[in-house]
């Protein structure tokens, strides 16, 4: 679905007389191997450059160096922009930014209008869009009378409305109140799960993270880990290094287990904790 | 406090002015004003006045609502009134000082009156009636034939649309950034005119900063959907005319014949 190979984007700061001031390197030789209908979460702290790289996957930016290629289409192409565009839709962090119209069911069909779809399948599409995100009875609504969660969903329909194989969602969670996060986060499992469509999600939120399917930790331009959330997990130390927060699940099962109690590595979950304390307590 | 304004007046109805199409609202108040200005004698004027009352009824709109929009304009018809009824040259009627009253500046200012209300009541029906969307929609369709000279219809359209979406968004910002100015002890409320211009910097510096910030975030937003100007867009919500509106397009050209020809036939008394 998405491969990147050797990726790299400098930001180039140049003062008035066009002379290079500063170079910053936002992504530094980047490999990213994304099978379809995976949901893949990428954390990352502040600039480690992962907002950068959901740019590229949707062909906003383009790279200094390296390769990358979406749904069978090489990035750097010209033409290939907006099939590019169309097939990795992309959800941005401010939800109040990324809606157009003044309608919801308007706003959903931007997408559908832009690439020419023909009027009868706009309408098919919006309902079904506003169906799979559960916003259906809001059609009508003005988006300035919604959540910031509501809204989100409504962002979220408008690019599933393109058919996309891949949704990038780059940090939607990071102006919500935490039952607009759990709703959104929802949302993205469930086209995941009954769409199929491949899932990145940006963020920084560790809790975010812990049902997907692989996780992806940046720092600093570079992919520094990589593996199933209990792998990711079970490396307290090394993910505080990189300025991340660990749920707090993790950290209490990671000092138990440094303080003798026979608790497994990476636990995610409540419940499993508990599971595990009970189990130690037993033997 | 700014969350109380409304823009564009529109009053929801279910009435045969509200089901029209946005272009043919947008034909007949410019045929209507056109035929404001060229009528002459009483039976035109109680065509006019026929035909704009018919309107109205026929919009389920109150009619409070459109005195409204009256009342802003009520000075400007005080001081034309006033100018046609001194300056008028004719036949003077009385005079005291270096004003003279004339004949014809009564009837030129009794017809001022008139025609600008007509105005403004006419051209109120239209935005009571058409939804901003639908008013940009229509004036899109309306002057694509202008894109052909070069002229950026579409863009222009877009840019209201947008414009109409994030106007209560500003005012909601405007709001908070002036609370957040005012807890820093900011003052908006006192001193002279010049001053109070002056305290509305550090309000107009942050909110253009940010809106700035805003038309980046959505210029982006729209390029990841295909945005891709006008070519090749196809519409959610496409105009298309109805029997309703082919009758409607009728009775504004009829409505205009009449007009023309009182005109030529029954220019009595003016």
Known sequence: MIKARKLVHEYIRRDEEGNVESITTALDHIDLDVKPGEFIAILGHNGSGKSTLAKHINALLTASEGSLVVDGK????????????????????????????????EDVGFGPENIGVPTGEIWQRVEESLRAVGMLKYRSHSPNKLSGG??????????????????????????LDPDGRKDVIR???????????????ITHYMEEVVDADRVFVMDRGKVVMQGTPREIFSQVGKLREYRLDVPQITILADMLRQSGVDVPLGVLRREELVDAILKAAQI | MLRDITLGQYYPADSVIHKLDPRVKLFGTLIYIISLFCFRGIAALLLA?????????????????????????????????????????????FSFWVLKVTWEGIKNAALMAIRLTYLILGTSIMTLTT??????????????????????????????????????????????????QMARGADFESGNLLKKVKSMIPLLVPLFVSAFRRADDLAMAMEARCYNGGQGRTKMKPLRYERRDRLAYVTVLVYLVLILLCRTFLRWPM
């Open chain 1, 187 to 201: 949302t993205a499992h469930e086209l995941n799960r009954k769409a199929g469509v491949t899932i990145l999600l």
């Open chain 1, 74 to 105: 090489d990035v750097s192409v010209e033409e290939n922009i907006f099939p590019v565009r169309q097939s990795a839709g992309m959800v941005f962090q401010n939800p109040d930014n990324q809606i157009i119209a003044s309608v919801v069911e």
């Open chain 2, 131 to 180: 939804t901003p969307n639908q008013l940009t929609d229509g004036l899109e369709k309306s002057l694509m034939p202008f894109s052909r000279i070069g002229v950026p219809v579409h863009a222009i359209a877009m840019m209201m649309s947008i414009a109409l979406r994030f106007i209560p968004i500003l005012i909601e910002e405007t709001d908070k950034i002036m609370k957040a």
């Open chain 2, 49 to 93: 006045t026929a035909f704009l009352v018919g309107v109205i009824k026929g919009s389920k709109v109150p009619f409070r609502f459109m005195v409204k929009g009256l009342k802003a304009i009520l000075i400007l018809m005080l001081i034309t009134a006033v100018f046609n009824l001194f300056l008028t040259p004719g036949e003077p009627l």
């Open chain 1, 150 to 175: 509501q809204k989100q969903r409504v962002a979220i329909a408008g690019v599933m409305a393109m058919q996309p194989r891949c949704i990038v969602l780059d940090e939607p969670t990071a102006m």
